[in-house]
């Protein structure tokens, strides 16, 4: 097992497996920007399925139990059901889960859980179709997230709904949604908007904290605080009093997990980011294309990870907090959330 100069130690892989997405979330990918002419990776330059593999059994010793697999839209990869297959074979993983706008969930989570995945967390941020015509996807509806939701619990999956909450775009929904999902057995999680990539124009108004989601719902549905179930749980989880349904919130701006981030990012093309607002990745792809054998490709990443520091929303305080926008940062959708 390694660690990096904070002596975290290296557990999570997020792997992208696209940049390409059906949504074009304004948060995310606007419109404006990801446009017809945006200069998506071209297929030579994404890490085929075996690329993906190779990478994740040289990770398994050095420490990595959990995958995540995001994108984009890691729904849209051809055959994505048999890179999971693959990885859920892989001895000494122990989790895969993946994330998605949920729109291709009706079609593919049979072949999914076939495949064995256990987890999909979807994300959906209004029940509003108005609003979600403006924040989301002109080219489709509420229902078809929701539709999906069902597809993936009806065959065994389990579903967490993610909500990413912006002031004035769709605080409103935070108790619809609520209501909604307390009726389920989906976790609900709310997800503070963040200065995550270069063009979502964040700033610090725009976020709802995870005190005033909470304060909104426990005025109307009494919420009280439960234990993490896991050492650097990211969600601080409530129950509604009295029940044992659950909701979750992500405070990524008003709080910091740095000190336990044991999470490695692989983009699509292959670079390796040690933190979600990282500038700049490794190049992985370079050697999984030399005639690098193994060890050599398990040291290299090895010593990546050993000389780590990030722990950007510890240090982005003061005047980043207000713009978010100091440096130039990589996108989401390139790296996955
Ligand atoms: N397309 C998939 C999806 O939307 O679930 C997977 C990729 S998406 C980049 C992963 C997660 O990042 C989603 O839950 C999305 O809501 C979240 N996300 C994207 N931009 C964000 C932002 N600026 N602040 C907070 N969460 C964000
Ligand atoms: Fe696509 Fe997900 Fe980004 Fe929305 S958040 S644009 S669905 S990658
Ligand atoms: Fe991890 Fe970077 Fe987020 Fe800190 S800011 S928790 S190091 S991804």
Redesign the pocket.
Known sequence: MIHDSYQRPLRDLRI?VTDR?N?R?T??MPEEIFGKDYPFLPREEILSFEEIERTVRLLVPLGVKKIRI?????LLRKDIPTLIQSLSRIEGIEDIAL????TMLKRLSKDLKEAGLQRV???L?TLDDRVFHRLNSRHHSVRDVLEGIEAAASEGIQVKV?M?VQKGVNDQDILPMARHFRDTDHILRF???????NY?E?NMEKVITKQEILDLIHKEMPLEPADPRYFGEVASRFTYKGTDKEIGIIS?VTDTFCGSCTRARLSANGQMYTCLFATGGHDIKRLLRSDATDLEVKEHIASIWNGRTDRYSEERGGGDRKNGKRRKKIE??YI??
């Open positions: 992208s997405c949504f979330c948060y995310c995001s994108g984009g839209e890691p994330t998605t706008n949920g967390n979807v994300s941020d993610n990413v997800i503070e908007f963040m200065d995550v990539g979502n964040w990524s989401m959708s996955g959330g």
